[in-house]
């Protein structure tokens, strides 16, 4: 079993960035490949990112391609969302979660583990 953490959200302008950090305890985070999801209010759930064991594979969702960047730090067990480019309808719960396929997962359902989530909210 895993514990997830997140941090680093909070308050920027339109055009800012922000830099969410994923801290895991329990198991070893290279047993894991990982994710970042978003919820805005009202929203359904949606994929941001995902990243392989080795930190080497990684995928995003079109809506943020070119603008965030995910990756890993195993040794400190922590996974990292650099997000630059920041638009209102960035503003969202982040959360990340773990899961233990193989390969890159996009569905939420596959995640074995979450995190509580951290705010962003980007202003216009």
């Known amino acids: 079993q895993v514990q997830l953490v997140e941090s680093g959200g909070g308050l920027v302008q339109a055009g800012g960035s922000l830099t969410l950090s994923c801290a895991a305890s329990?198991?070893?985070?290279?047993?894991?490949?990982m994710g970042w999801f978003r919820q805005a209010p009202g929203k359904e759930r949606e994929f941001v990112a995902a990243?392989?064991?080795?930190?080497?594979?990684?995928y995003y969702a079109d809506s943020v391609k070119g603008r965030f960047t995910i990756s890993r730090d195993n040794a400190k067990n922590t996974v990292y969302l650099q997000m630059n480019s920041l638009k209102p309808e960035d503003t969202a719960v982040y959360h990340c979660?773990?899961?233990?396929?193989?390969?890159?997962?996009?569905?939420?359902?596959?995640?074995?583990?979450w995190g509580q989530g951290t705010q962003v909210t980007v202003s216009s």
């Open positions: 990243i392989g064991r080795s930190g080497v594979l990684t």
């Open positions: 979660a773990a899961t233990g396929a193989v390969a890159l997962i996009t569905r939420s359902t596959q995640y074995n583990y």
């Open positions: 329990g198991r070893t985070l290279s047993s894991y490949a």
